[in-house]
């Protein structure tokens, strides 16, 4: 078989299987892990596809570890600023007095 005509028809087999996916709600992720990981990165993807009780277990496992919380409420709000590096910093913030340009509008 030509080169060309292999090429179309390999880029139409993989636009299928990439719609395939995409309608049962898959999502392909490339991802770029040092070699020693890459097992377990495999394993965790393949647990997750089969999406059953062990799926559920790792994400409840790997959610908090990894994720961070985003504030709901303004308590959640003040206290993450709070908490922040720059609440002991003395900042000087002065708003710039000057005046602005004049524009021609016409």
């Given at each position: 078989m030509e080169p060309k005509k292999l090429k179309t028809r390999d880029a139409?087999?993989?636009s299928r299987h990439r719609k395939r996916i995409a309608v049962s709600g898959?999502?392909?992720?490339?991802v770029t892990v040092p070699?020693?990981?890459?097992?377990?990165?495999?394993?965790?993807?393949?647990a997750l596809r089969s999406d059953g009780?062990?799926?559920?277990h790792?994400?409840?496992?790997l959610q908090p570890v990894l994720s961070t919380p985003?504030?709901?409420?303004g308590v959640?709000?003040?206290?993450?600023?709070?908490a922040s590096p720059l609440t002991e910093?003395?900042?000087?913030?002065?708003?710039?007095?000057?005046?602005g340009r004049s524009a021609e509008l016409g």
């Open positions: 139409a087999r993989i898959a999502q392909r992720v490339e070699s020693r990981d890459a097992p377990l990165v495999k394993a965790i993807a393949g009780e062990e799926a559920e790792i994400r409840r496992s985003s504030a709901r409420t959640e709000l003040v206290a993450f600023l709070c910093a003395e900042l000087s913030i002065e708003r710039d007095e000057s005046t």
